[in-house]
């Protein structure tokens, strides 16, 4: 695929996907992100 078709396709999905977020979604996207423990995803140091 051509890569200016493709950065296309994904510009208008991303219209789209942003068209559709509305206060109340947008409130409850911060808080699930917030309520996420991010310890769980960064790997921790370990000591030699």
Do not use: T, Y
């Not at 994904?10 to 942003?18: D, K, Q, R, S």
């Amino acid at each position: 695929m051509d890569p200016k078709l493709a950065l296309l396709f994904v510009l208008i999905a991303c219209v789209i996907g942003l068209s559709h977020l509305s206060e109340e979604n947008l409130r409850r996207l911060r808080s699930q992100l917030v309520a996420r423990n991010w310890r769980e995803f960064v790997p921790s140091r370990r000591r030699i």
